[in-house]
């Protein structure tokens, strides 16, 4: 076996192992986008990474592609200067023991690190559970993750209402009102056990943000009130990039933004909130509603999978010391 630079000529046969990749996943968990299990689709996709300038490696046994691992650069204030391995960036042909990854990445994180990008992220299949322990011990570890809820399967009355909520959909005049919510997810991050950063200026962003949702057309907001008080609110949007992402399947909605004012929590507002909106969703025919939350924030991973949403995948990460790129 050897393992050497992942080039163009490797397109080919690459997007056969990842068009195959995502089938067996997809037997397991059907909310994964269907186009991928399309070898034109795989190709093109890949193409365009390889285009893009992502970095990564390949393992060849006998002229065969036994798996590859892609990664794209990006910098920003955040992640830094960060490569990432999205869940359709990286494949294991059937059969290969995931052990492999070892090798990919020691490969490809030398040539990632030596281009001065110490942050490394890769999203892994909830399912594998092999390679999400590959994974582990190199050094990487749960930051995200990516759920999703079938809601052809949604029970209307998991929870009853007997809170005394209402619900409505935001509309023009609201801004104040949402504005209000902008800085609960983030601040709350920023304790324990999170400890997320926050940026200069983040909290007037956010609420801009926020209040330009009252007029949204291309999404779908919800406040929920008790009496005159708005306690909890939650965004959800149509998914439009089926054909880009192999988490958004076809007729898949997001709900991009749950917030719930911090005297609420725990008295089943958000409860009545996330069915309502479900329920609408499913109304509306969409087949899958997504969401993502941060591992570390304790709310959010009690709070989403009590509602039905099951893990797809896990954004991992490893950041590296940046003396690790100087030393080249």
Aim: aromatic share 10%; glycine share 8%.
């Amino acid at each position: 076996m050897k393992i050497e630079r992942f080039t163009e000529s490797h397109l080919k046969e690459a997007a056969k192992v990842l068009a195959q990749s995502i089938q067996r996943l997809r037997s397991i968990n059907p909310a994964i986008s269907a186009k991928f299990e399309q070898i034109s689709m795989t190709h093109t996709h890949l193409q365009v990474l390889q285009q893009n300038g992502a970095i990564g490696m390949v393992a060849i046994d006998n002229g065969k592609i036994l798996g590859f691992l892609l990664g794209e650069t990006r910098e920003d204030e955040y992640f830094g200067r960060s490569v990432w391995a999205k869940l359709s960036s990286h494949a294991l042909a059937e059969g290969v023991d995931s052990v492999l990854y070892r090798q990919l990445y020691a490969a490809a994180g030398e040539q990632w690190m030596a281009q001065g990008y110490p942050n490394h992220y890769v999203e892994v299949p909830a399912a594998d559970e092999a390679a999400l322990w590959t994974w582990f011990g190199l050094g990487f570890g749960q930051q995200q993750v990516y759920g999703v809820l079938d809601l052809s399967a949604h029970s209307h009355c998991m929870f009853s209402n007997d809170t005394k909520v209402s619900i409505r959909r935001a509309k023009p005049g609201d801004e104040d009102i949402l504005k209000s919510f902008a800085w609960n997810i983030a601040g709350y991050q920023t304790g324990a056990p999170v400890w997320a950063p926050t940026e200069k200026n983040e909290k007037t962003e956010l609420e801009e943000g926020y209040a330009e949702l009252a007029s949204d057309e291309e999404c779908v907001t919800w406040l929920a009130f008790e009496g005159e008080q708005a306690m909890g609110m939650q965004m959800y949007r149509p998914l439009t990039d089926a054909d880009k992402e192999v988490m958004h399947s076809k007729n898949s909605i997001e709900l991009a933004v749950g917030s719930t004012m911090p005297k609420a929590r725990g008295k089943g507002v958000a409860s009545v909130l996330t069915q309502h909106g479900l329920a609408y969703a499913r109304e509306q025919g969409f087949e899958w509603c997504i969401t993502d939350w941060r591992t570390t924030n304790l709310l959010s991973a009690a709070f989403w999978p009590k509602m039905g949403f099951v893990p797809v995948a896990h954004r991992l990460e490893r950041r590296v010391d940046e003396r690790g790129c100087m030393v080249r």
